[in-house]
């Protein structure tokens, strides 16, 4: 275990429980859907044909999930509040490690705003790296109901 990994874990195990605070709005477009629907190859009715879509019980297009889901890196952006920067000396990189958990609770309708809520729930010092978990809650405006729960993993490796 590096000393750089183990002094960031004491200020990340301080976290653990804090709401981390909620981002920005973002509009989810119609355009953005088109474009995951030609990146993931994902052509169905209910995301990218509005006229077919009407006759559906959401009346409307919907967003991917998975659209929804890989929306997190942008949204997660405003949750994090003031950030300490000792917990990043020594950092050399940050990926995604993945989730625990992923649940689509409730569909994001074209034109629909979306904002992220974090927690971190759960740190875990492993050799030189610290694995972070947050969960995630991303709110649909206007609606009771999230978009989606999701349990991330974040691994962040140190010098």
Do not use: C
């Not at 009715?45 to 879509?53: Q, Y």
């Not at 019980?57 to 659209?67: E, V």
């Amino acid at each position: 275990m590096s000393e750089a990994a183990a002094n960031a874990f004491e200020r990340f195990q301080a976290d653990v429980g804090n709401d981390e605070g909620t981002g920005e709005w973002f509009e989810v477009t119609q355009d953005q859907i088109n474009q995951f629907a030609d990146v993931t190859f994902d052509h169905q009715f209910i995301h990218v044909d509005p006229e077919a879509a009407k006759a559906t019980p959401f009346g409307t297009t919907i967003a991917h999930g998975f659209l929804t889901l890989s929306m997190l890196t942008h949204l997660s952006a405003g949750t994090s509040g003031p950030v300490d920067p000792k917990k990043f000396e020594g950092l050399l990189m940050g990926v995604n490690y993945g989730f625990n958990k992923v649940r689509f609770i409730n569909p994001v309708k074209v034109g629909s705003r979306i904002r992220a809520r974090a927690v971190t729930s759960n740190v875990e010092l492993k050799g030189n790296a610290i694995d972070t978990t947050r969960d995630f809650t991303v709110e649909i405006e206007g609606e009771d109901k999230p978009a989606l729960v999701a349990e991330w993993i974040t691994r962040m490796v140190y010098a």
